[in-house]
T-cell receptor, first 117, second 118 residues
Framework: AQKVTQAQTEISVVEKEDVTLDCVYETRDTTYYLFWYKQPPSGELVFLIRRNSFDEQNEISGRYSWNFQKSTSSFNFTITASQVVDSAVYFCALSERNAGNNRKLIWGLGTSLAVNP | DTGVSQDPRHKITKRGQNVTFRCDPISEHNRLYWYRQTLGQGPEFLTYFQNEAQLEKSRLLSDRFSAERPKGSFSTLEIQRTEQGDSAMYLC????????????????FGAGSRLTVL
């Protein structure tokens, strides 16, 4: 069965600290996609990144970086020099094999990040 | 295009009443999804449309729930005889299946419609 585990329920950091959000997944598929979404207090889920199972390159986008390791079934997300505006709930999600449909994302429970001034 | 729009943003109703939510997806997106989210949980898939065809419904979608997308553009989600357990955020998302579209198959979500059943 497919499953996404975000073991950290809540994280609180002080501004400018680096923070890593963990995501561990389970799937029997050899082809799958992983996602991170951000949900700020306004409620709207904002897409951050999609990674397919054949691309293990790490990615950096500004202060955000993602570390995908198939050997440990992990897709961790690091925010460098965190800012108050980063405060949100972050969700990791896994799609079924037929990512073309992307209709059944399996979601983790989310990690609530609070960045304090 | 201003993204995915949902209306109303908040709805408070009494148990037993019917409610309807509307979703306007991104205009060039042919796929539309409804999800439900309760506090402390990730979104739960409810149903999915490709153009006007409803291709999949979750077991979570009881007979009291119905969704339509009559012209392949906006969609409505109706809940009949609401129960307190229906209280949740109802999220709409859209995507495109066009390979050439750079953001293909990434879901763009609306801000959600929060339902409170008293």
């Amino acid at each position: 069965a497919q499953k996404v585990t975000q073991a950290q329920t809540e994280i609180s950091v002080v501004e400018k600290e680096d923070v890593t959000l963990d995501c561990v997944y389970e799937t029997r598929d050899t082809t799958y996609y992983l996602f991170w979404y951000k949900q700020p207090p306004s409620g709207e889920l904002v897409f951050l990144i999609r990674r397919n199972s054949f691309d293990e390159q790490n990615e950096i986008s500004g202060r955000y970086s993602w570390n995908f390791q198939k050997s440990t079934s992990s897709f961790n997300f690091t925010i460098t020099a965190s800012q108050v505006v980063d405060s949100a709930v972050y969700f990791c999600a896994l799609s079924e094999r037929n990512a073309g449909n992307n209709r059944k994302l399996i979601w983790g429970l989310g990690t609530s990040l609070a960045v304090n001034p | 295009d201003t993204g995915v729009s949902q209306d109303p943003r908040h709805k408070i109703t009494k148990r037993g009443q019917n409610v309807t939510f509307r979703c306007d997806p991104i205009s060039e997106h042919n796929r539309l999804y409804w999800y439900r989210q309760t506090l402390g949980q990730g979104p739960e898939f409810l149903t999915y449309f490709q153009n006007e065809a409803q291709l999949e419904k979750s077991r979570l979608l009881s007979d009291r729930f119905s969704a339509e997308r009559p012209k392949g553009s906006f969609s409505t989600l109706e809940i009949q005889r609401t129960e307190q357990g229906d209280s949740a955020m109802y999220l709409c998302a859209s995507s495109s299946d066009r390979v050439a579209y750079s953001g293909a198959n990434v879901l763009t979500f609306g801000a959600g419609s929060r339902l409170t059943v008293l």
